[in-house]
Nanobody, 129 residues
Framework: QGYVAESGGGSVQAEGSLRLSCAVSEYELNRYCLGWFRQTPGKEREGVAW???????KYALSAKGRFTISQDKAKNTLYLQMNNLKPEDTAKYYCAFEHLPSGVYSSGGYCSLIKYNTWGQGTQVTVSS
């Protein structure tokens, strides 16, 4: 069973930046989706950004223009660069991985719609005003 593990969270003031990293154990697979999600206590988990094996991406409206999802396959790592952070971005951030079967046409949009079965433990991001 593969795994993912997040790192890079922390505390930052509003308008600051953070880069989250996610180590991914199954990068040797060539058909997959990866996503960043976040959750605050008492609220449902929400998707933030997604990327497929061909680097096609999709962003939630809350992240568009401020966050960038990327991957370095040589380092088996997924990233989320977060700029111009706002207090409402405060949450625990999770990365998730899902291998896709052959015959599935993937895209960032497709990755935003599927169910993910491999999740990390999360990393806390706190943005103060």
């Amino acid at each position: 069973q593969g795994y993912v593990a997040e790192s890079g969270g922390g505390s930052v003031q509003a308008e600051g930046s953070l880069r989250l990293s996610c180590a991914v154990s199954e990068y040797e697979l060539n058909r997959y989706c990866l996503g960043w999600f976040r959750q605050t206590p008492g609220k449902e988990r929400e998707g933030v950004a997604w990327i497929d094996a061909d680097d096609d991406t999709k962003y939630a409206l809350s992240a568009k223009g401020r966050f960038t999802i990327s991957q370095d396959k040589a380092k088996n790592t997924l990233y989320l660069q977060m700029n111009n952070l706002k207090p409402e971005d405060t949450a625990k951030y999770y990365c998730a991985f899902e291998h896709l079967p052959s015959g599935v046409y993937s895209s960032g949009g497709y990755c935003s719609l599927i169910k993910y079965n491999t999740w990390g433990q999360g990393t806390q991001v706190t943005v103060s005003s």
